[in-house]
């Protein structure tokens, strides 16, 4: 009869209650989304309940000035009024992580959008990770099968990889998404939707959370009319789930979509507290989010796990040169470019595979599979450096033999290329694809 409350009764005794006086402070001034605080010294990050008549609106400290402390809103800025009780909650920069999350999809905060429970979290994770030293990384000597077959015989990617998916809008990111995740070989996958659209977020959960896979997945969704520090904090929730995970020596796949949307949000939050914006209307700390998040991924030398990580960078105006683009570059071992010519040419999924790259390939792929690889980069690009001229007709065949063989087999290679989204391919039977395609050329 007392089983149900058991483990209740086990969650009370782990518990440590406060019995320190219960502090607050008081409203002054609101300046759009940026709160002014008096009376209440707490630590950056702390979340805070603001009273307004029968309810309370969640607020986030993101710094100090002249003696307030500086919050911003998790929510609208409706009920707000001068002198409201403002009280800090939970305990600062510590984030909401454990099994519980497994199957589940919830939102910046750690609470859930699926219409389940309330979950029970059993664990707490610091929101910015545990700093380890660089040789604590292990190398990453694994191949991780993507089960898109161009990506696993040409850009042959590695376990505990970080991976960067870079196009402009509507080209086909969140479709090579879907395709990953849903061929990918991972003990857990951890997805953050970050700062995208509600419907993308609904679809996800309908087509992913089912069936076996369910219960080794977690979603953190946070659409884009949330606020901008709930942005930053769900990406951070997402990549502290998967360092729990990866602590357990598990293998795991974190899908962050998208990388810019988190830039993006670290931006409207560092222009609100006054810090200029350097590199396209980018304040450095802007750009820095972005770095501290890519690098919690890798492998662990400590537990054996890892956490390959597969994040989308949105180029605006399809500028590869765009800060949030050439930032991920630097700092990413590899990425995947998506071209809006060859999506407009009906090649799906629309990979460049010219400019696309996989640092750790030569590492964890053997030479004869390196050689064809190379082989068919250089057909792609000679044949796309000549296009022109072979639609006009202006090219006289027998003039540049690796033109000729590249017109030659254009069709197969753009074959090889594409493929269905619900179709997955594995790792030995892309790479058996790419010998019978190549081998015989050789």
């Not at 305990?91 to 905060?109: I, K």
Request: include cysteine.
């Amino acid at each position: 009869m007392l089983s149900p409350a058991i483990p209740m009764l086990g969650r009370f005794a782990e518990a440590h209650p406060d019995f320190s006086p219960r502090r607050f402070g008081l409203l002054s001034a609101c300046d759009g989304g940026l709160l002014e605080v008096s009376g209440l010294s707490v630590p950056i990050g702390t979340q805070c309940r603001i009273a307004h008549g029968a309810g309370s609106l969640a607020a986030e400290v993101i710094g100090f000035r002249n003696g307030n402390t500086l919050m911003m809103l998790l929510g609208d800025t409706v009920l707000l009024r001068p002198g409201s009780r403002v009280r800090p909650e939970g305990r600062p920069g510590m984030l909401p992580v454990g099994e519980a999350f497994l199957g589940r999809a919830v939102d910046g905060e750690g609470k859930p959008i699926d219409g389940g429970p309330a979950i029970e979290a059993s664990r707490e994770w610091p929101s910015g990770g545990i700093r380890a030293g660089a040789l604590d990384r292990s190398p990453v000597r694994l191949a991780f099968d993507t089960g898109v077959r161009a990506l696993n015989a040409l850009t042959t990617f590695g376990v505990g990889q970080r991976i960067g998916v870079m196009a402009g809008s509507g080209v086909g990111k969140s479709v090579l998404l879907d395709m990953i995740a849903h061929g990918a070989e991972a003990e857990i996958v951890i997805v953050g939707l970050i700062g995208e659209r509600a419907r993308e977020v609904s679809d996800f959960v309908e087509r992913h959370m089912h069936g076996s896979k369910r219960e080794r997945s977690v979603v953190v969704a946070v659409p884009a009319d949330h606020a901008p520090n709930l942005r930053i904090r769900g990406a951070m929730l997402a990549t502290s789930m998967a360092e729990y995970f990866r602590a357990k020596g598990k293998r795991v796949l974190l899908i962050m979509d998208s990388l810019t949307r988190v830039a993006h949000a670290g931006r409207e939050i560092a222009l609100l507290l006054g810090e200029p914006g350097t590199a396209r209307g980018y304040p450095p700390s802007a750009l820095a989010t972005i770095t501290k998040l890519v690098e919690r991924a890798g492998n662990s030398a400590a537990s054996g796990g890892s956490i390959t990580g597969l994040y989308t960078v949105l180029a605006d105006g399809d500028n590869q040169d765009d800060p949030v683009v050439d930032t991920a570059r630097s700092i990413l071992d590899g990425h995947i470019v998506l071209s809006r010519d060859l999506a407009q040419r009906g090649q799906y999924p629309a990979i460049d595979i010219a400019a696309s790259l996989s640092r750790v390939m030569s590492d964890i792929t053997a030479q004869d599979h390196q050689q064809l690889a190379r082989q068919f980069r250089a057909l792609v690009a000679t044949y796309e450096a000549n296009r022109d001229l072979v639609l006009m007709g202006a090219y006289r065949n027998g003039t540049d033999p690796q033109l000729d063989r590249a017109i030659t087999m254009h069709d197969a290679l753009s074959g090889f290329l594409s493929q269905s989204q619900r179709e997955v391919i594995a790792m030995d039977a892309s790479i058996a694809a790419l010998t019978r395609l190549l081998g015989h050329e050789g």
